[in-house]
């Protein structure tokens, strides 16, 4: 069983950055492949940024060059460094698990109660 709880997300203009943080509590953090998704108001959850066990990282289109996934696993939390974002980045993010490399939604074990990201133009 593993729990995650994120932090960081907030009201910040377009053009400006934020870092989401999600901490996880549980067994076998360094076992998974992390993931951040989101969903917007009215849309489908998407996949946003994935990193696997050996850090290897992957993201979706529309956030590659803009955003960074990164973890440490002495301290069981992933984060999401956010650069240059964009009203269209409005969302609720959520942080999940997967044991395997996925962009997924239904593929991911674990998953934290989300954290509201705004954007205003």
């Known amino acids: 069983q593993v729990q995650l709880l994120e932090s960081g997300g907030g009201l910040v203009q377009a053009g400006g950055s934020l870092r989401l943080s999600c901490a996880a509590s549980?067994?076998?953090?360094?076992?998974?492949?992390m993931n951040w998704f989101r969903q917007a108001p009215g849309k489908e959850r998407e996949f946003v940024a994935g990193?696997?066990?050996?850090?290897?990282?992957y993201y979706a289109a529309s956030v590659k060059g803009r955003f960074t996934i990164s973890k440490d696993n002495a301290k069981s939390t992933v984060y999401l460094q956010m650069n240059s974002l964009k009203p269209e980045d409005t969302a609720v993010y959520y942080c999940?698990?997967?044991?395997?490399?996925?962009?997924?939604?239904?593929?991911?074990?674990?998953w934290g109660q989300g954290t509201q990201v705004s954007v205003s133009s």
């Open positions: 549980g067994r076998s953090f360094s076992t998974y492949v």
């Open positions: 999940a698990a997967s044991t395997i490399i996925t962009r997924e939604a239904s593929m991911c074990r674990y």
């Open positions: 990193i696997s066990w050996d850090g290897g990282s």
